[in-house]
C-alpha cells in the first residue's frame, strides 16, 4: 500500500511535466515560419496573408469600371500556360485557394488567373539574402507598406503610411 501511495504522486508528477513539454514543442513549431526557403509565390501569399491583399486591378473578377466576361477557353488556355511556364506559382495558388488541381472548373480557372494578378501585384526585389518589397493594401484603409522579407518567410515591415484610394484605369 505505501509503493502505491509513492507511486502514485511520482506518476501524477510525470504526466503533468510530459503534457507541458509537448505544448511547448508545439507552441514553437506554429510560432516559427518555415525552415525550409519558399517559393516566391509562397513568399508573396506570406506577405498578403500577414501584411494585407494588394490593390490589383482584374476586370475578369469584377475590380474596376470596367467589367469584361472572359471566355472560358481563353481563361484555361491562361491557366494551362501558367501551370506549364511556372509551375511552383500555379502550385501556390491551387495550395492557397485549396483547389483540386486535377479537377479545375471554370470557375476555379477564373480564381487561378484573378490570384495570379494578385501576385504579380506583390513584387519581390532580392536584397542579399532576403526580398524586398512595396506595394499597396487594398484597404479599406488603403496604405503603402515597404520592407524585406527572407527565404524563410520573416517578415520586416519598415514602413506602412496610408495612401490615397487609387481608381482602376478602363
Sequence with gaps: MSLVKNLLPALVLLGLCGCGSVTRIADQASATPSASP???ADLQYRLIDTVGAPFACDTSQGQGP???NEDPTDVANRVAALRAQDP???DAIVRH???DAARLSPADDLRVVG?????DA???TPQGS???FAYELVGPPTAEVSGTIDAAGVIDVAHRAPAPKRLCPL
Excluded at 490570384?115 to 501576385?119: C, E, K, M, R, Y
Design 88 to 90: 511552383a506559382e500555379f
Design 115 to 119: 490570384q495570379a494578378g494578385v501576385l
Design 122 to 124: 506583390v513584387k519581390l
Design 97 to 99: 485557394e485549396h483547389l
Design 38 to 40: 519558399l517559393s516566391t
Design 130 to 132: 532576403r526580398y524586398a
Design 66 to 68: 470596367v467589367v469584361r
